[in-house]
Nanobody, 118 residues
Framework: VQLQASGGGLVQAGGSLRLSCAVSGSTEGISAISWYRQAPGKQRELVAVISEGGSTTYVDSVKGRFTVFSDNAENTVSLQMTSLKPEDTALYYC?????????????WGQGTQVTVSS
């Protein structure tokens, strides 16, 4: 499984960005795609998850502002971010997790930088 994250950039507070995670390779067994972020000096934080069945989960700090959705035809999972705040500044990563008869697996994409100016 290969994950390619894109869409980061510099935006003013209150603005919007859409991140995309392109998933390629063998997607068999993937049960969820997640977005994480890591700000300088902080631990990596789970931001949003979308399951294979389409259910979504968000960290409290982004509820009502971020939306995660998938485009199965394009094999992408996107994170629409609105009402951005300076504290959303971080390197954002996508992650694919799942299981096969051999066991569980997890794959990371490279990060995409989001910077929100005040």
């Amino acid at each position: 499984v290969q994950l390619q994250a894109s869409g980061g950039g510099l935006v003013q507070a209150g603005g919007s960005l859409r991140l995309s995670c392109a998933v390629s390779g063998s997607t068999e067994g993937i049960s969820a795609i997640s977005w994480y972020r890591q700000a300088p000096g902080k631990q990596r934080e789970l931001v949003a998850v979308i399951s294979e069945g389409g259910s979504t989960t968000y960290v409290d700090s982004v509820k009502g502002r971020f939306t995660v959705f998938s485009d199965n035809a394009e094999n992408t999972v996107s994170l629409q971010m609105t009402s951005l705040k300076p504290e959303d500044t971080a390197l954002y990563y996508c992650h694919a997790g799942g299981f096969t008869p051999s066991g569980t697996f997890g794959y990371w994409g490279q990060g995409t930088q989001v910077t929100v100016s005040s």
